[in-house]
């Protein structure tokens, strides 16, 4: 079992370094994946809300969901 816990914790630190989240004055762009690499493109005219949700071990530890 710890293996199996210590390998969902690395895979969870390589998907949170792997993303990337820019905002501009004019658009958001996210970059997620490792391999493949996959671009979200929005203008910042057509963005309305932005939410982020949280759990209790991700405040704790530092990471988005």
Same mark, same amino acid.
């Given at each position: 079992?710890?293996?199996?816990?210590? $390998?969902?914790?690395?895979?969870?630190?390589? #998907?949170?370094?792997? !993303?990337?989240?820019? $905002? !501009?004055?004019? /658009?958001? $762009?996210?970059? =997620?994946? =490792?391999?493949?690499? /996959? !671009?979200?493109?929005?203008?910042? #005219? /057509? =963005?309305? #809300?932005?939410? $982020?949700?949280?759990?209790?071990?991700? %405040?704790?530890?530092?990471? =988005? %969901?």
């Amino acid at each position: 079992m710890l293996v199996f816990a210590l $390998v969902c914790i690395a895979l969870g630190i390589l #998907s949170r370094n792997a !993303t990337e989240m820019t $905002v !501009t004055n004019k /658009r958001v $762009v996210a970059k =997620v994946g =490792v391999f493949a690499r /996959r !671009t979200i493109e929005m203008l910042l #005219s /057509r =963005v309305e #809300s932005i939410g $982020v949700e949280e759990t209790l071990m991700g %405040r704790l530890l530092g990471y =988005v %969901r």
